[in-house]
């Protein structure tokens, strides 16, 4: 017996991760898919400050060589924590190192110039294409153990790189804008000619030169915080604010930590998204918060054939405890999906005021495939448009007549499950819309319960269960149901108020009601 009780304990002993004492272990309690076990990265015992190096915190003196200076003596000695006492930390482009983690106190707050001279034009991914950009207030490439922590705040002094309209400010806010200078067309602010003489180019961008792109480089104005290709990353309590345009951009990064920051931007904030996470592996977001301009937390995997050739997938997401006020959707997948996102677990979160609630959107052309996602108990309250959206017409204004073939430019959305999700007063309850060539398919919603000025629409979607879901909406139908095959609908109330409570408009096939 003795001998067995060994046996089974070397046996439990090998089959554990070798990390299994991760303080985030107990999120992978009941996980629906296999994904190592991950930790913060360790650093060296070693501290400096940047006043060691010159910094100043009077919010005037320029700081960029100081900070320069100081990951460079870090790296060097093999790393260890630079650290920001309580100040204003002006300066320009930081480029993070290896077994670097730059920790901001709390009071501190660290700021960017916005004297675009100082960022150079770098070769990067934007919106899932290659092009010559403004180089990004804090920057690494193929890194490793590499973290920004702490309780300060880090600035990126995105209004002086954004376009703003006159009607989304208040009369002391427009002002302060005029106070900056810039250049004032039909009601619009913009931050220079360099910007408006990029309008034009942009459907272009990917194509300019190097030369080409500097002359219009505001209109090039980078995401706050990009990561590329790095390996144990963390991001801990800090307050990632003002972003040029998208907040937090990790590609194709791999042992991503997110926990307890604040991501907030102007809700006016022209690509203001929060969190990117695009063709990254083994990541958490935890506990955290996020106020922004556009998309919250969102799954990418690059665009169309650029991000199938890249060929890699965003996988292993765990989101947990996370809370969404203003964004274009509470947790997002796509558009640009191309590479791919799978093993997605999404639980215990509250979407408060934004446009959508769970938002999947792709269009023709873009390839891919999304599965394996499982979302458990979302709450979410006033949101303007869908509670949850399959949409596979994103940014299509006019359908095409003649339905293409499948292909590898077909995008795909399948084995999605979604439970325990209540939503009181969205704008519509549930919207699938997919394409005549490849439906949403095997799309599960149990235990929810949805209040809404409209109903629900599903169409073009196949093997769809409904289990235990009330629909409710001030007028109109509940449910309409559209060019749908295989679909379930048990226990479930759909309770119109004017109109009958189901309407089948299409053809639909094997419907259980």
């Not at 990064?253 to 006016?268: A, G, R, S, T």
């Not at 409710?472 to 295989?486: H, R």
Request: net charge negative; aromatic share 8%; hydrophobic share 35%.
């Amino acid at each position: 017996m003795k001998l067995k009780s060994l046996f089974a304990a070397i046996v439990l002993a090998i089959s554990l991760p070798a990390n299994a004492g991760s303080a985030y272990a107990h999120l992978y309690e009941g996980l629906q898919f296999d994904m190592p076990v991950i930790d913060r990265p360790a650093f060296a015992e070693r501290t400096v400050s940047i006043t060691d190096f010159g910094g100043v915190g009077d919010g005037v003196t320029l700081n960029t060589d100081a900070f320069a200076k100081a990951i460079e003596s870090l790296a060097s000695q093999g790393g260890g924590t630079l650290n920001l006492p309580a100040g204003v930390w002006f300066t320009g482009p930081i480029e993070l190192k290896s077994n670097i983690n730059l920790h901001l106190d709390r009071g501190a707050i660290l700021t960017f110039s916005g004297d675009d001279t100082l960022y150079k034009m770098v070769y990067v991914v934007y919106e899932g294409f290659e092009a010559w950009r403004a180089q990004s207030p804090i920057s690494g490439k193929d890194l490793e153990n590499v973290a920004i922590t702490g309780e300060g705040v880090i600035d990126g002094n995105g209004s002086v790189w954004r376009p703003v309209r006159k009607s989304q400010l208040t009369g002391a806010e427009w002002k302060n804008y005029l106070a900056k200078g810039g250049i004032v067309k039909e009601d619009t602010w913009y931050p220079s000619q360099s910007y408006i003489d990029g309008i034009p180019l942009h459907e272009k961008r990917a194509e300019l030169t190097r030369e080409e792109a500097e002359k219009v480089k505001r209109y090039q104005r980078p995401v706050m915080i990009q990561l590329v290709g790095c390996r144990n990353v963390l991001l801990e309590g800090v307050t990632f604010q003002n972003s040029p345009s998208w907040n937090i951009h990790p590609l194709m990064c791999e042992n991503l930590i997110i926990d307890n920051i604040l991501v907030k931007n102007p809700v006016y904030a022209v690509n203001g998204d929060g969190l990117d996470i695009e063709s990254c592996k083994n990541v958490i977001i935890y506990r955290s918060t996020l106020d922004c301009g556009d998309d919250a937390i969102c799954l990418k995997s690059g665009k169309d054939e650029a991000g199938r050739r890249r060929g890699i997938p965003t996988e292993n997401v765990i989101v947990r405890d996370c809370r969404v006020f203003h964004g274009h959707g509470g947790f997002v997948v796509g558009s640009e999906m191309s590479g791919g996102v799978s093993n997605v677990s999404v639980r215990d979160c509250q979407f408060i005021g934004t446009d959508v609630g769970l938002r999947f959107k792709s269009t023709r052309g873009r390839g891919g495939v999304v599965k394996n996602i499982h979302i458990d108990n979302v709450n979410m309250l006033d949101i303007s448009g869908d509670a949850i959206t399959f949409d596979l017409y994103y940014w299509v204004f006019t359908p095409v007549t003649e339905i293409p073939p499948v292909d590898e430019t077909t995008p795909q959305f399948r084995d999605i499950y979604i439970n325990g999700v209540t939503s009181r007063n969205s704008g519509k309850a549930l919207k699938f819309n997919g394409i005549p060539e490849m439906p949403i398919e095997n799309i599960h919603v149990s235990n929810s319960l949805f209040t809404a000025r409209e109903g629900g629409l599903l169409s073009e979607s196949k093997e769809i269960r409904f289990k235990n879901v009330s629909v409710t909406p001030v007028s109109g139908p509940a449910m309409t149901i559209n060019n749908v095959t295989d679909a379930t609908f048990e226990g479930c109330t759909f309770t119109s108020l004017d109109s009958d409570p189901v309407i089948y408009t299409g053809t639909n096939k094997d419907i259980h009601m």
